[in-house]
């Protein structure tokens, strides 16, 4: 690999003079916590099972430390970036790596199969971010529920949020997210990554997890919308029997979704915790029948 300008880039001294110069403020309504400790962003590249034939999707550059130890490993990088003030620090930054562009936007409202289709044709591809805390799952969903046509998802999140993300069925730990990701994807714990790693330090820690996603679901489903939206009532009031959170989750009479959960082969008194993926499945797929 050869040395570029600013390749320090995470350096503290190299990154405030750069911020400074183009007068950027932190926003932390954008989620604005950029990577100072320089281990942390090669390691999240090497891991996210990008090489010089395949793409990669970034969301929420920065200032680009992550996106030039991507552009170092891939055949094309690219970033999408909703707050226009990074533009010229990026161009900045990305002078010596041709090979990544940006893309001005919200993740959350942009056509992602398009620029998929545009930016990466015939490219395998894969997503690696540093994510903005205030839309991690609703982002991880997006791209799982739409379907995208990429390998895996190589994402830092706040700690709480990675354990939420990463349970297992059947663990205390395990709620609606969790059990939409297992169904799209095998999730797994990367590393963990110490608040004082970031400019500003967010008072949480965080964790690099990777979401490898599934070339088939592992259940059948007879309706994935009516599997979700089970998956959401089941788990929302915890302190309540699957029975009764499903019936007042979804508004369908007890006497329904406690036959529904019998043919089943659910106990009337099951909990959404005790419940694996294929009982999940099973109870949605007699609830639509
Ligand atoms: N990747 C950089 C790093 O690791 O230092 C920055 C990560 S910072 C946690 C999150 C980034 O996401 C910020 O650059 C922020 O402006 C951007 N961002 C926030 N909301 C976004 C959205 N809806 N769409 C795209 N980018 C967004």
Request: with cysteine; net charge positive; hydrophobic share 45%.
């Amino acid at each position: 690999m050869t040395e570029r300008k600013n390749d320090r880039l995470s350096d503290l001294s190299t990154m405030r003079e750069i911020l400074g110069r183009h007068g950027f403020t932190f926003s932390k309504a954008l989620g604005q916590n950029f990577l100072i400790n320089p281990s942390v962003c090669p390691r999240m590249a090497e891991l996210c099972g990008v090489d010089e034939e395949s793409g990669v999707l970034e969301i929420g550059p920065g200032m680009g430390v992550l996106t030039r130890e991507l552009a170092k490993r891939s055949k094309k990088t690219v970033a999408v970036e909703l707050d226009t003030r990074l533009l010229p620090v990026l161009a900045e930054t990305l002078a010596d790596y041709p090979n990544a562009s940006v893309v001005q936007g919200d993740v959350m409202k942009l056509d992602l199969h398009r620029l998929l289709q545009e930016e990466f044709p015939g490219m395998r591809v894969a997503v690696c971010a540093n994510l903005p805390y205030y839309i991690t799952s609703p982002v991880i969903m997006k791209i799982l529920e739409e379907k995208l046509p990429i390998t895996a998802l190589t994402v830092m999140v706040q700690k709480e949020a990675a354990q939420r993300i990463c349970a297992k069925p059947r663990t205390r730990a395990c709620g609606a997210v969790s059990a939409a990701v297992q169904y799209y994807a095998e999730p797994e714990i990367l590393f963990q990554v110490s608040r004082g790693s970031f400019l500003p330090a967010p008072n949480v820690d965080s964790t690099v997890i990777r979401l490898n996603v599934r070339p088939q679901p592992p259940v059948e489903l007879r309706s994935e919308k009516g599997f979700f939206r089970l998956v959401k009532a089941a788990f929302g009031q915890r302190r309540k029997t699957a029975l009764n959170a499903v019936s007042a989750g979804m508004g369908l009479p007890k006497e329904q979704v406690a036959q529904a959960m019998e043919r089943a082969g659910l106990a009337p008194n099951a909990r959404a915790e005790q419940m694996t993926l294929e009982m999940l499945a099973a109870f949605s797929n007699e609830l639509e029948a």
